[in-house]
């Protein structure tokens, strides 16, 4: 796979990707930034290519072993992105989640 093709693969995570990768301008309270916090993180994850784990669209592959370890981890990524964009009380409350379309 060409570099060019590799990027544009969602299970792709660039070198510099990392738990602190993504920072937003304001943290998640509740219902009073919802819709501000969510247009932020959308732009976010989508700069990374990204967002197709919180919509659902890209799936864990059962079929290859080695994929789904690979989603796994940009998985994680994803969840450690949304937990690092809310309040503490808020993180609490969607760290048991196991994907980050289910938080």
Avoid at 23 to 50: C, D, H, P
Wanted: proline share 6%.
């Amino acid at each position: 796979m060409d570099p060019q093709q590799a990027f544009q693969n969602p299970l792709y995570l660039h070198p510099s990707d990392g738990p602190g990768s993504v920072s937003l301008q304001e943290k998640l309270v509740g219902a009073q930034n919802y819709r501000s916090w969510r247009r932020f993180m959308k732009i976010a994850l989508s700069t990374k290519r990204n967002l197709g784990f919180v919509t659902g669209n890209v799936t864990r592959p059962y079929d290859d072993p080695n994929k789904a370890k690979i989603w796994d981890t940009c998985n994680n990524m994803e969840i450690s992105w949304i937990m690092s964009s809310v309040y503490e009380s808020i993180v609490k409350s969607i760290m048991f989640f196991d994907t980050a379309s289910a938080i």
